[in-house]
């Protein structure tokens, strides 16, 4: 059981604080925060523990979200309570920061009331939560033209008539204004998350994926939802579907609401979404991607004259080439007396810099169509270099985002309400890949 | 914390409350409590506004009336005497029509923690309990517990408690956990809520009506229940079997949990609960959330007690990634170590050395000491590693790789040379205290293997003046006064230098007393010295191969799904278990060798003689290390199968090139005696087809005059299969002829 939930500002302010057992002084918010900042690398921060009480913590928002208990609890428990508090406070206040739990913190204290008694967990849904909930969220953001230009997140070759605003993405599903009650809109994401090693010899050593498809609803009235995936989507090693390209995946599991009946004959998910966001599917491949990882590297790394070391490298885009990959950076670890930089990269849009904290060259391209080719020559000053210096040039690790793109091959072949909604409804699809982790040794 | 004018502001408030204008209109109302409600969070004391928020109570406003119940609900406790005036209010609105309302009421008013107020709760509760809306019900129960705790000390109400029991049956899942989460308050000094059969059953069948939260609270209950017989063991695991799959993490973890408690008694369901939640255990280890996926991780270590082969070949989903924090990645470098196995190691140390380098020096050095233990098993290829890792020359790494050395030597004494020959040739020495004093060490205990190791001890003496740490200096002392015993015309300047200055100028009194008692020694004669100060350089119990014999599972099982698996940093292969437990550990560890899953497998298939299949089974594999202890255990037990003179003499190599030698061709060595023993033996083992071999290796047998020199091999088996005693003798012989023939 739950003695306090108190949320921090990343500077320590205190802007949730609820007790519910009285068991434990306010002073402990203040504990908590001096032993997490005086967290060394090595200690585990996850669960810390100040005499007979125990602070389990989640980071989220750069606020901490913190729970104390005086019981030996299940710590999956209270960690999934603290990430459903988060994901509830983001559907109700639209976005997760500090600004918006300062504004909203009267909803919040509402929330935390009716989910949690005498520190036991009541419920967590949304659609009994709502019936509760009387306090209006407050949205912070004003209407400003940087929003119009931010559309592309998503979707960014497509029509702007296409494309799902990102801001709606990002309202408060419980409103009562009427400029945004009306819209009735659906959003199911396919997130997957991918993260490969690649080795020195070009060898493709790991490649996990994890994938996730997510609905976040704001229909006030749930009716019955059909998504249909893929029909040659199978699941584990030996099954397999169809006659073309397998979609394969090792294991997924399900949101305990999906009904499941149609989907060993024709692989759609049936279910009521409740207001907010949900996880429906969960699903993992490891080892065995489809197509090729999307990003090649030929490094070329040398000593010049001198004190010079010189990184010539050749990054290549795999993907089909109507996609393109956004916010790429490519991280190159360099010797810790690197002193300064000079590059030449392809494009002007491109920027590359030294980072002397980290002792890594961080190489940006915002934007990376699939199938183009891009090179950087980097020039580094190094005093005292030496052979041994080059091995610690790398291992090369990479972030980015692909629009539109799922790395299974995993893709919704409809979406249907039935009966259908009056006056409805915006349905919208969306894809999206994430790298976790996208290394490549040299 | 108190703010600047933080009185002004209250008195603000105040005024603003009791403003007759500001009351009248609603929302500047909620407004001005809304702030209250702020200046609470941020640590400013509003008690004296308790007035004027009592008052703003009897609203029909319902955000204001629950901001103003959250006000009294902090404050009741320092007025007591105002909060009674609220409590007209609350006990009309425990009638009011509307459920919300009468809900919100009643648990507000029984989280008035003050004394005296559970007169005037005890009546709204105890019709609470009766209410027709579950939401008041619900409240009404946990009421129960809260009375119970305003009054720890009187008797408990026999009603209240057979109402509750009652409550189990309610057709609102809610209601039911509640009752059980208050009958366990209430009932605590008396053990808790009784789980009887048709309580626990009746748990059972409506799980599947529960949320996540409450499945996994009522699964936690149920550890307490003892089944009568093994049917309703296995109805009840059958009826929880699909739980283990879900994709909650606390459900499953949970469900494990109690799988493991219920079947303590038959390892082999325990076993298989175990591999069933390896998947969903695997996913959460690669969960979105950081904090979830370290619980993953924890618990996997726990797991990975009882049975490291599990996860064995799912290595990769341990690698770290870049952007995961690091107290993520120590835990997966932890893992990474048990997980190492002759198919994987080579991937899984590039990936280590890929971390070596890390930017952060404790992930770095970190990296360094999992590869080191990875070497007590591996050693040649980790040496390599090490020795190229001094390439660098940077101060944390080449002190971490000396440490790892260090204890490398100790652990793997056929490391020692090549070791020797790596310090050697690295020119940089540690800065830092434990790099020194592991430096120092090796110096001392290897001097005669290590040709600069005078002029390196001679550094440190002549940087005496400076140095900080009386550890270090201790060692120092130490490590010279080894280093004259084998090498005495290099060091005695040096030594006489060095205990002249700690007895004459040393402030530290330690130091000061070391240096006299090694004065003192060495006055006895160097023999006596000698016999008192070198002692073993090894690790001294005679394994030569360290594994980590496999726990069992009720080991670990009671700090399954608990705060405690997150807080510690998970059992290092140092942590041995206690002396207690040793004997079931080696139970465990028989049950193990003989009759393990795969084995079984094995003998089972029918014998095909001469068919390829059949000659591969009985090529020789390699297998977990067995324990000193479960060796000797089994040589005792068994009867000699099979004796035969080999026609080779013991290649004269040191132990150390011998076992390498042996473990290629994947026989794994026990002991050796020493190299001028007249009696020479070694112990090895190794699997094939099924069956485990021992054998020990004699030379000198004295009943044996005619094959003077030559070796004698015993061979023991578990279960007996001739062919792979005689393939087994066939490699022996193959690789002790290749040593001879090398060396002559």
């Known amino acids: 059981m739950i003695s306090q939930v108190f949320i921090l500002s990343s500077k320590g302010d205190h802007l949730i604080y609820k007790d519910y057992r009285g068991e434990a002084d306010k002073d402990a918010v203040s504990i908590f925060y001096e032993m997490v900042t005086a967290l060394s690398g090595d200690q585990p921060p996850v669960v810390m523990s100040h005499k007979d009480l125990n602070f389990i913590h989640v980071r989220q928002g750069g606020l901490y979200w913190v729970a104390s208990t005086k019981t030996d609890a299940s710590p999956f428990t209270i960690i999934e309570f603290l990430n459903r508090l988060a994901a509830l406070t983001k559907d109700y206040c639209g976005s997760l920061c500090e600004k918006s739990v300062r504004m909203n913190f009267a909803l919040i204290y509402e929330l935390l009331d009716e989910m949690v008694d005498y520190g036991y967990i009541q419920t967590t849904s949304t659609d009994i939560l709502k019936n509760f909930i009387q306090t209006e969220a407050v949205t912070s953001k004003p209407f400003s033209l940087f929003d119009l230009s931010n559309v592309g997140l998503f979707g960014a070759e497509t029509q702007q008539s296409k494309v799902a605003p990102s801001a709606a993405a990002t309202r408060p599903i419980m409103s009562h204004r009427s400029e945004q009650g009306g819209k009735n809109e659906i959003f199911v994401d396919v997130v997957e998350r991918i993260s ?79 207001q907010g966001e949900q996880t429906l599917m969960q699903y993992q491949l490891s080892d065995e991607l489809p197509c090729a990882p999307p990003f090649r ?146 | 914390m108190p703010y600047f004018g933080s009185e002004e502001t209250v008195k603000d408030l105040k005024r603003a409350l009791s403003n007759p204008n500001v009351q009248a209109d609603r929302l500047r109302y909620r407004n001005y409590i809304t702030r209250v409600i702020r200046s609470m969070t941020q640590g400013l004391d509003v008690s004296s506004l308790f007035m004027e928020m009592v008052k703003a109570s009897a609203t029909v406003d319902i955000v204001q009336k629950k901001l103003v119940y959250l006000y009294m609900v902090t404050y009741a406790g320092h007025k007591p005497d105002l909060a009674l005036l609220a409590i007209n209010t609350l006990r009309k609105d425990c009638a009011d029509p509307n459920p919300m309302v009468r809900g919100l009421a009643l648990r507000n008013m029984c989280n008035l923690r003050m004394p005296g107020i559970t007169e005037y709760i005890q009546q709204p509760i105890l019709s609470g309990l009766r209410d027709k809306a579950s939401y008041v019900r619900r409240v009404a129960v946990l009421g129960c517990a809260k009375m119970h705790s305003l009054q720890p000390n009187t008797e408990i109400d026999p009603s209240v408690v057979n109402e509750l029991y009652a409550l189990l049956r309610d057709p609102d899942p809610v209601v039911m956990v509640n009752c059980l989460r208050a009958l366990e308050e209430i009932l605590r000094d008396e053990g808790g809520v009784v789980i009887n059969k048709p309580i626990a059953h009746h748990l059972l069948n ?316 060495l006055q006895s004669g160097p023999d006596r010295t000698r016999q008192i100060l070198l002692g073993p350089n090894s690790d001294p119990s005679m394994t030569v191969l360290t594994g980590r014999p496999e726990e069992l599972v009720s080991v670990w099982a009671s700090s399954f799904n608990t705060l405690g698996s997150l807080c510690g940093t998970g059992a290092g292969p140092e942590n041995l278990p206690a002396e207690d437990s040793a004997h079931q550990v080696h139970a465990a560890e028989e049950a193990e060798l003989g009759f393990g899953p795969a084995e079984q497998n094995l003998n089972t298939e029918p014998e095909e003689p001469l068919s390829d299949a059949a000659a591969a089974e009985l090529d020789l594999t390699a297998g977990p290390p067995i324990s000193h202890e479960a060796f000797e255990r089994l040589w005792l037990d068994l009867q000699v199968v099979h004796q035969q003179v080999l026609e080779v003499r013991r290649p004269p190599e040191p132990p150390e090139t011998l076992q390498a030698a042996f473990l290629l061709v994947k026989i794994q060595t026990l002991a050796f005696s020493r190299a001028d023993a007249a009696l020479w033996k070694a112990y090895v083992y190794s699997r094939a087809g099924g069956t485990l071999l021992l054998a020990e290796l004699l030379q000198g047998a004295p009943e044996e005059p005619e094959s003077e020199g030559m070796l004698l091999v015993s061979i023991k088996q578990q279960p007996e299969n001739q062919s792979a005693v005689r393939n087994f003798i066939s490699v022996l012989k193959r690789v002790l002829q290749t040593l001879s023939s090398n060396t002559s």
């Open chain 1, 196 to 274: 490969v090693v690649i080795g020195s010899n070009g060898v493709l050593m790991k490649a996990d994926v994890e994938g996730e498809i997510r609905v976040k609803c704001y229909l006030p009235t749930c009716s019955e939802m059909r998504i249909g995936l893929n029909e040659e989507f199978s699941i584990g090693k030996s099954q397999l579907r169809g006659y073309g390209m397998a979609v394969r995946v090792d294991e997924c599991s399900f949101h305990q609401a999906v009904k499941l009946d149609e989907f060993d004959t024709y692989r759609i998910l049936k279910v009521c979404p409740s």
């Open chain 1, 297 to 442: 590297l030929f490094p070329t790394v040398e000593k010049d004259y001198g004190n010079r070391l010189l990184i010539f490298l050749k990054l290549r885009c795999d993907l089909p080439p109507k996609s393109t990959a956004l916010n790429v950076s490519v991280t190159v670890p360099v010797p810790k007396s690197s002193l300064s930089l000079s590059q030449e990269l392809s494009s002007p849009d491109q920027t590359a810099d030294l980072q002397l904290k980290n002792k890594a060259i961080l190489w940006s391209i915002p934007r990376f169509p699939g199938g183009a080719q891009l090179s950087a020559l980097f020039k580094v000053e190094v005093p005292g270099l030496s052979s041994a210096s080059l091995l610690e040039v790398g291992p090369v690790s990479m972030s980015f985002e692909l629009p539109k793109h799922t790395c299974t091959g995993l893709q919704i072949r409809f979406l249907r309400l039935s009966p259908t909604h009056p006056g409805l409804s915006q349905r919208w699809v969306r894809y999206v890949t994430h790298s976790d982790s996208y290394t490549i040794r040299i």
């Open chain 2, 206 to 521: 409506r799980l599947k009506d529960l949320d996540s939260w409450a499945q996994s609270e009522v699964l936690r209950l149920l550890l307490r229940y003892r089944p009568r017989s093994d049917d309703e063991l296995f109805d009840i695991l059958s009826l929880l079997d699909g739980f283990l799959s879900s994709a909650h993490a606390p459900v499953m973890a949970a469900t494990l949990r109690l799988f493991l408690h219920l079947a303590a008694a038959h390892p082999a369901v325990q076993a298989d609960a175990l591999s069933r939640a390896r998947g969903p255990l695997l996913a959460v280890c690669g969960s979105a959330s950081r904090e979830l996926r370290f619980a993953g991780l924890s618990h996997v270590q726990q797991v990975l007690r009882s049975q490291p082969a599990q996860y064995c070949s799912h290595y990769k989903r341990f690698f770290c990634s870049y952007s995961e924090p690091g107290y993520i990645r120590l835990r997966k470098m932890e893992i990474l170590v048990e997980l190492v196995n002759d198919e994987n190691v080579v991937l899984i140390l590039e990936e280590l050395k890929s971390y070596c380098t890390d930017v952060s020096t404790d992930l770095a050095q970190a990296a360094i000491a999992a590869i080191g233990r990875i070497g007590r098993t591996y050693t040649e290829k980790c040496l390599d590693i090490l020795t190229g890792l001094l390439a660098l020359k940077q101060e944390h790494i080449t002190s971490a790789v000396v440490q790892t050395f260090r204890d490398l030597v100790w652990f793997c004494p056929q490391s020692t040379g090549p070791v020797c020959k790596a310090v050697e040739g690295c020119d940089e020495t540690p800065q830092d205290d434990e790099g020194k004093q592991a430096l120092l060490w090796l110096l001392g205990a290897h001097g005669e293997l290590i040709s600069s190791a005078p002029y390196l001890l001679e550094g440190f003496i002549d940087g005496l003046k400076v140095e900080i740490s009386s550890a270090v200096k201790m060692e120092l002392l130490t490590s010279t006064l080894k280093l004259f015993l084998s090498r005495p015309a290099e060091t005695q300047d040096m030594l006489g230098r060095l205990l002249h200055y700690c007895i004459e100028d040393e402030a530290d009194m330690n130091v000061r007393d070391r240096a006299g008692l090694y004065y003192r020694l």
